[in-house]
């Protein structure tokens, strides 16, 4: 997976850049093996520059696979928390759309089986 890093007015100090590349290594198990074309666009910000309480860091994860974009944006009081929550709510998206598109091949399945069973009654026991 490729990451594009952004952060606006914030200074990415190590700590923070670590944390980020293991929290976006927990969600490659969930993506396709293999797939070189999977591009995640992450920005952190500090929302205002005046505010020092409160929701002021905001994380946005826009990932990019073959056919399929998810973004997701959160704002919390630590960028820390920040990206916890937009890693939960990216992987949430990725998770309803694997189990999305199982659930169709299954049901696609049952149906031809289904067809083959009406078309061929005496193979039925």
Known sequence: MKINLKATNLTLTPPINNYLAEKLATLEKLLPAGDESVRADVELARVTKHHRQGEVFKAEIN???????????????????????????????????????????????????????????????
């Open 63 to 125: 990932l990019h696979l073959a056919g399929f974009n998810c973004y997701a944006a959160e704002t919390a009081e630590e960028p820390y928390a920040a990206i916890d929550l937009v890693r939960d709510e990216i992987a949430r998206q990725i998770k309803t759309r694997t189990e999305k598109r199982h659930s169709l091949l299954r049901r696609g399945g049952r149906r031809i089986k289904n067809m083959l069973r009406r078309l061929y009654p005496w193979t039925r026991r």
